[in-house]
């Protein structure tokens, strides 16, 4: 890949930042399936069948911690997760596009300095 302008860096940048204004609720972890007893005797969990509940689940400080999720809020939470994901991807490429721009700095300061170098040199002669 060639080199890309600081302007067109800037830009891209830019775009990813607004981009992230139109997050949407979010939340940190993995869904998960679970199969659980009710506790009830007489339901057919006690026999075997269990009932399956859905966790969510990340780690905090190294150990993992989950949180039940009612069913009723599966899809919501499903939703929660995929915009976590695409924050975490826009932060990223926005990272990356900060250090490219620091990099064409250096470079870009460097090349001035060598220029200015040379014509006072030929300005010498």
Known sequence: MGKISMNVLLVRRNAAIKNLSSAKPFIEGS???IRVS???PNCHCAQGEKH???ILTKKVNGK???TYVPVDMVEEV???IAEHRKIKKALKEISELSEQLIKE???TRRAVSKNLERLNRLRQT
């Open 105 to 107: 700095h250096v470079s």
């Open 31 to 33: 869904l998960g399936k």
């Open 64 to 66: 993992t911690k989950s």
């Open 38 to 40: 009710c506790g009830n």
């Open 52 to 54: 399956i509940s859905h």
């Open 78 to 80: 499903t939703k929660w």
